[in-house]
């Protein structure tokens, strides 16, 4: 949809249809959002803005039936375009591009007559003209003024450097009358009477404006206005006109459609033209070379213009280009000449200021880079503008590498219309199917195809032909095909641009065989390489890599912490359908990344763990395509510690299927158990022990053991866990599990010495994943012993680390802990925030484990914040997913009790007497009589019987004597509550005798009291 704010508010849609748009506070609605585009506009303001001191009864009602409207003219001129009105707080944002003051601005940075010319063309009366006494409108409409001004005065400047002295004089008369003290517009007019030869027109003008000033501001003309007067009384002979054969006009051909996505990068060229000479444009074939260079030029001023040589149709090798050069140039050759078509050039531009485009110069790469450096030394006036997918290679040569369009990173609609790749695809595509346009259905898939296509503006516009009769969803499935795909029968594009077949074949014939045997080897690394792998599995050299970066075939990427080369994905699967000896060319690949994966997997164990984690993320995709073409079992294997710090769960278990030989069977037994089991998977116990007999001291020993934690079945695990450890690192992991289990059991003193000796050993291996495990049991130990500020540091400080190594599952188990205590504290509206920050991250990383902890505190904090509905929703499903354990889960006695809190407090007291009951028997199940306090606590809510309630308060505060474990903040309120009604029907004397009672009784004794 298209929007007009130079002059009076008008809207269209991509097809060109009028847009009605009814009301007058609907149509200075639409206008202030316009004004403000792409940025929120209160509701506050607009309501001020729409009504100001007459506001209606109710404006905020009033504002949003406004939207309505506008939302539905829009959407149903248009469908879909209703969402361009985002309701934002604290009020609206119009989210568009297509404006024209946008195209205006654009055109207003050229200095060309055409393009300048063509900016004008957009104003259809002044801006916002409906709303031009609205306080909203006037500073932007009288800034656009302005600019239209400054524009009408470069217009007219650049005609009269073309020579056209009479029409500009003519043309200024009606503009000056409206602007008569305007210094420059009236200085460009002098000079045009007196070039047309219209003198005393010009000394008149001048005196007009010397008496008009004095007049109303009291002041004399400036001294550029004074200089050119005098000028003029002398008669300069530079203020004449020149004749008009000295006028070259530009060879540029005339634009046909808007150049998308490359304002940034025509402002830089069009600012380093004047200072360089030779700025020759590299980049891929279909990247826009051309385009850019033919745009940049237009806008070039030079004294003798702009010529454009068009190379392609040259043969390769050593073709005639000075010839082509004299051809475009118009010179003829003398019957009896003997001089060289190279002197001929030279001696035609040796006068002459003016640009050469030399396009399409790679396959004439030498004649034409020793044309270029005799004009550079011979001819002063003349700078040359050249593009190529290689450099010319002189001396003050400066390279300017045109990148792909930025492409979209996911299928967020802001974030494709911001691409300037899917603007592209999209402008194009909608010249081609009348209706189509950008929204959140096309989205996805627009994003997937600019992604696909690496941004290439010549593949998205051969893309778009085929919207019309695929749409772009059946574009996208169909770009595995991509080069019977991408073709266009338009008659008027070159046939090596036709296809992208010939774009990139165009390259591909410029090498030599052996180049080519490399460019194509470089195909399988699916994400680019190191230049240590492209050696190795190319067996090639630096300089053959260096040709093919030179050639635009391979792109030098150097924004992560080491270089890689990259293929761009068209130029990939053009180069694997040219691959010869393939499997062997695989095996290579497979076995380095086998050999790097094994190298890696201790590192990761030590103080180099986030390089190496670093380095096989960079790698990942390679790594998945060595594990597909032979890199097997012992490349899973390898590989197993990296996906479990990364949380990889599913592909890690699926890697690890694949069959082996006797010796990586069971190095991989004890990871597939322990990943299944992390996944939530069923294994029996005498699976779990034959998984780690061939190796029960090692790592991957413990980490099937640590699995089984989660599960809940602690007799196991702690019969598991490595008692003999193999090294210190797995000492210190068999550590952080036993003080897991410990502060399960509630064993505090076993706690603290397990989790501060793991940390003191993680931190002299130097493992900062290790230091952040124990660190978390260092902070659960705080949190048992109600030192909740400490808690939260350590937590806080873990979260960091987490954050720092994208250890994405730990960091969701932080951010969980965080809110179990922000929950603890009261801090409800943290706690949920916080939770819903885990759970999200959790769900986007699947996680079963983090995903629990998250609903956990989400649960947790909706009931104590008397959100009951809510809360019997989370913490019924966790319930259930915890009932369903082979051994009742670690968890399951907490959410249990909060479960009938939040019941008892629903009223039903019945069934949440019977919910505590349950969560204390699996406590007595798993022996973690920590665990029972809080169900004894519970029982004594909901039975009927004061007397007994009050006996279980005094066991159950016993009990928290005994274990050292004070009731938090928010627990205290449960226990505050029910001690505040049973103290009141009972009286003080009484309650306390049988609270001293209850005191007595072990948690088993004061169960049995019901």
């Known amino acids: 949809m298209q929007f007009g704010v130079l002059g009076p508010l008008a809207v269209t849609t991509d097809a060109g249809e009028q847009v009605v748009v009814p009301g007058t506070k609907v149509r200075a609605l639409l206008a202030d959002l316009l004004a403000n585009r792409n940025q929120v506009v209160s509701a506050d303001r607009l309501i001020d803005d729409l009504w100001g001191d007459d506001a209606p009864a109710n404006p905020a009602g009033a504002l949003q039936v406004r939207v309505s409207q506008l939302r539905k003219a829009l959407n149903d001129a248009e469908p879909g375009a209703r969402e361009l009105v985002e309701s934002r707080p604290p009020g609206y944002l119009l989210r568009v591009d297509a404006v024209d003051v946008g195209r205006f601005d654009e055109l207003a940075r050229c200095a060309d007559v055409e393009r300048l010319t063509e900016a004008l063309a957009l104003w259809r009366g002044e801006a916002y003209a409906d709303v031009a006494d609205a306080e909203f409108a006037r500073a932007e409409a009288a800034r656009l003024a302005e600019q239209r001004l400054v524009v009408q005065e470069r217009l007219a400047q650049a005609r009269l450097a073309r020579g056209e002295h009479d029409l500009v004089a003519a043309d200024l008369a009606e503009l000056v009358a409206k602007h008569p003290l305007r210094e420059g517009l009236r200085a460009v007019q002098l000079r045009a009477l007196y070039a047309a030869g219209r003198q005393s027109e010009a000394l008149d003008s001048y005196a007009d404006l010397r008496a008009r000033l004095a007049e109303d501001l009291g002041l004399d003309p400036g001294p550029e206005l004074v200089a050119l007067h005098r000028r003029i009384l002398e008669q300069d002979a530079g203020l004449s006109a020149p004749p008009k054969a000295a006028f070259i006009r530009n060879s540029l051909p005339a634009p046909l459609d808007e150049l998308i996505g490359r304002a940034d990068a025509l402002a830089e060229l069009r600012a380093l033209l004047p200072r360089q000479r030779l700025v020759t444009l590299v980049g891929p074939g279909g990247v826009g070379k051309t385009r850019l260079a033919t745009e940049t030029a237009r806008a070039a001023s030079y004294p003798d213009g702009v010529q454009l040589i068009e190379l392609a149709p040259l043969p390769a090798g050593d073709a005639p280009v000075a010839e082509q050069v004299l051809g475009a140039l118009g010179a003829h050759e003398a019957a009896g000449t003997t001089v060289s078509p190279a002197d001929r050039v030279v001696t035609a531009l040796r006068h002459r200021q003016l640009l050469l485009v030399l396009d399409n110069c790679e396959h004439v790469i030498e004649p034409v880079a020793e044309l270029v450096a005799r004009l550079l030394r011979d001819v002063p006036g003349v700078s040359v503008l050249a593009t190529s997918r290689e450099p010319l290679g002189l001396t003050g040569e400066l390279l300017w590498e045109v990148p792909p369009l930025p492409v979209p990173d996911d299928g967020d609609l802001d974030a494709v219309r911001r691409s300037a790749a899917a603007r592209l695809f999209v402008a194009r595509a909608a010249a081609q199917q009348r209706g189509f346009h950008l929204d959140r259905q096309t989205a996805t898939a627009v994003a997937q195809l600019c992604r696909r296509l690496d941004g290439l503006p010549l593949a998205l516009e051969l ?37 992208l077949t010939a774009v990139i074949g165009w390259s591909w014939d410029l090498l030599d065989e052996p180049d080519r045997v490399v460019l194509a080897q470089l195909a399988v690394f699916p994400d680019g390489c190191t230049p240590e792998a492209a050696e190795q599995v190319c067996r090639t050299d630096l300089d053959a890599l260096a040709r093919l970066v030179d050639r635009s075939l391979v792109v030098l990427d150097d924004s992560g912490p ?79 510690w990296y996906w479990f710090l990364r949380g990889r769960l599913t592909e890690a278990r699926r890697a690890l299927a694949v069959p082996g030989d006797p010796e990586q069977e069971a190095r991989a037994a004890p990871w597939r158990v322990g990943f299944a089991l992390s996944q939530g998977a069923a294994v029996a116990p005498d699976d779990v022990r034959a998984a780690v007999v061939a190796d029960p001291a090692g790592h991957a020993a413990w980490f099937a053991a640590n699995a089984v934690i989660e599960h809940g079945d602690l007799a196991l695990a702690s019969e598991l866990l490595p008692t003999g450890a193999a090294d210190p690192w797995t000492e210190a992991a068999v550590l952080t599990s036993l003080a897991h289990l410990a502060h399960a059991n509630g064993d505090q003193a076993t706690l603290e010495r397990t989790a501060t000796r793991s940390a003191a050993l993680f931190a002299d291996l130097g493992d900062r994943w290790g230091r952040l495990r124990a660190t978390e049991w260092v902070g659960g130990l705080a949190d048992m012993r109600g030192e909740h500020e400490r808690a939260a540091a350590l937590h806080r400080e873990g979260l960091r680390w987490a954050e720092e190594l994208a250890l994405w599952p730990q960091v969701c188990a932080e951010l969980s802990w965080l809110a179990w205590l922000a929950v603890q504290t009261r801090d409800y509206a943290q706690g949920r925030e916080l939770a819903e920050r885990a759970y999200d991250l959790a769900v986007e990383q699947g996680s079963p484990g983090a995903l629990i902890f998250a609903e956990m505190s989400l649960g947790l904090a909706a009931r104590r914040d008397g959100k009951l509905d809510l809360a019997v929703t989370h913490l019924s499903r966790l319930a259930d997913l915890g009932r369903s354990e082979s051994q009742p889960a670690l968890y399951l006695p907490m959410i249990l009790v909060e479960l009938g809190y939040a019941v008892e407090l629903g009223g039903d007291p019945d069934a949440a007497l019977a919910l505590h009951v349950e969560a204390f028997e699996a406590a007595e199940a798993m022996a973690t009589m920590r665990d029972a306090v809080g169900p004894l606590e519970g029982m004594a809510s909901a039975v009927r019987s004061p007397e007994v309630a009050v006996r279980l308060l005094g066991a159950a505060a016993a009990a928290r004597l005994a274990t050292k474990s004070p009731a938090a903040p928010a627990e205290r309120d449960d226990t505050d509550r029910v001690t505040a009604r049973l103290r009141a029907e009972l009286g003080p004397e009484r309650f306390d005798a049988l609270l001293a009672e209850g005191a007595q009784l072990s948690p088993s004794e004061a169960r049995a009291q019901l």
């Open 463 to 499: 893309a778009a032909t085929r919207v019309r009769a695929l749409g772009v969803r059946g574009v996208v499935d169909r770009l595995d095909d991509r080069f019977r795909l991408l073709t266009t029968a338009q008659r008027d594009v070159p046939p090596r641009q036709r296809t």
């Open 562 to 640: 080491a270089p890689r080369y990259r293929l761009l994905e068209s130029v990939a699967a053009f180069c694997l359908e040219r691959l010869t000896h393939a499997d062997e060319v695989r095996a290579r690949h497979a076995a380095y990344y086998t050999e790097l994966a094994e190298r890696a997997d201790p590192a990761l164990r030590g103080a180099d763990q986030q390089r190496w984690l670093a380095l096989l993320d960079a790698e990942l995709a390679n790594l998945r395509s060595a594990l597909a073409h032979g890199g097997g079992l012992r490349l899973a294997v390898a590989l197993s």
